[in-house]
């Protein structure tokens, strides 16, 4: 166990869903999907935005980071590219993280659920510090979830799959946190090929034979470290779209969110 333990009963404590993924996977809409379904279906979310260079928000943040750091001042300010910008807006935000940790604080008697979406930049939040000591605060007061977001349609070919899946799992040992892997975009192509992947060695080395370049050997070598990585997470596909999915994805939350309370 690396993450302090929440002392107060389980009950009363909101899951934090910690949405991650790939430029383009679809993080933004599938938060706006949660929402919307959250409202819908169960009780209104708290949510809150990480991501200082998106243009324009699909959902209502009730916490947004460009509120207090305008990444583009920051950019001018420190004579920086936009990724310099992203990452120096993020820190600066970091610095006054209690302050976002006191309202959530405030709020979780009456909540469920908190989503967080993370900048397009995956390495801008997964291996900076600011990412990390917003995600061990976050997980010292509450049970915290990350969902990796997965274009599945790009993910289709063994070593594009296999790539995606590397990056997952060193995310999933760098935060040591319960890991949903979610397979969005399934109205575009459905994800079994990538659980027959996971679950039937055979099947993904036959995949990856079809491969003729030097890539081929590698792939299939990649699929036997990538064995218990698989055997730790849940996975779940769904459409941020369409919205199909979700029983299963919040299942999947339930039980990660057991692993929270039993593991961690
Ligand atoms: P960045 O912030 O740039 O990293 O992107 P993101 O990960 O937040 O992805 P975003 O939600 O902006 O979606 C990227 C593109 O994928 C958009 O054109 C979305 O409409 C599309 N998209 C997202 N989810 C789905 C889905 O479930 N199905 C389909 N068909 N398209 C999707």
């Known amino acids: 166990m ?13 899951t934090v869903l910690l949405v991650i993924g790939m430029a383009g996977s679809g993080k933004t809409t599938l938060m706006q999907r949660l929402n919307a379904h959250l409202h819908a279906e169960k009780k209104p979310p ?11 928000l699909p959902y209502t943040a009730n916490i947004d980071i460009r509120d207090t750091v305008k990444y583009k001042e920051v950019m001018k300010q420190y004579n920086m590219g936009p990724n310099g910008g992203i990452l120096t807006s993020l820190n600066l935000f970091t610095t006054k993280f209690d302050q976002v940790l006191n309202l959530v604080d405030k709020r979780a008697p009456n909540l469920d659920y908190v989503l967080v979406d993370t900048p397009g930049q995956i390495e801008v939040f997964t291996w900076s510090a600011s990412g990390t000591i917003i ?3 976050l997980a010292a007061s509450y049970p915290t979830v990350v969902v990796y977001v997965v274009d599945t349609p790009r993910s289709a070919s063994p070593a594009t799959f296999i790539s995606n899946m590397l990056y997952a799992c060193s995310i ?8 949903i892997l979610a397979f969005n975009k399934v ?4 994800h079994d090929f990538a659980v027959e992947w996971m679950t039937d060695f055979e099947a993904f080395q036959e995949a990856a034979r079809q491969d003729t370049t030097y890539m081929a ?3 299939a070598s ?4 990538l064995e218990e990585f698989y055997k730790t997470l849940r996975v779940a596909g769904l459409s941020a779209i369409s919205g199909q999915g979700m029983d299963g994805f919040f299942q999947a939350v339930d039980e990660a969110v057991d692993e929270y309370w039993t593991e961690y």
Do not use: C
């Open 2 to 14: 690396t993450t302090p333990k929440p002392e107060t009963d389980r009950t009363k404590k909101p």
């Open 46 to 56: 708290y949510v809150l935005n990480f991501d200082p260079a998106v243009a324009n």
């Open 135 to 137: 995600t061990e605060a």
């Open 172 to 179: 999933m040992y760098k935060t040591k946190l319960p890991f």
């Open 187 to 190: 109205d575009v192509k459905p």
């Open 217 to 219: 050997s590698l792939t």
């Open 222 to 225: 990649m699929s036997l470290v």
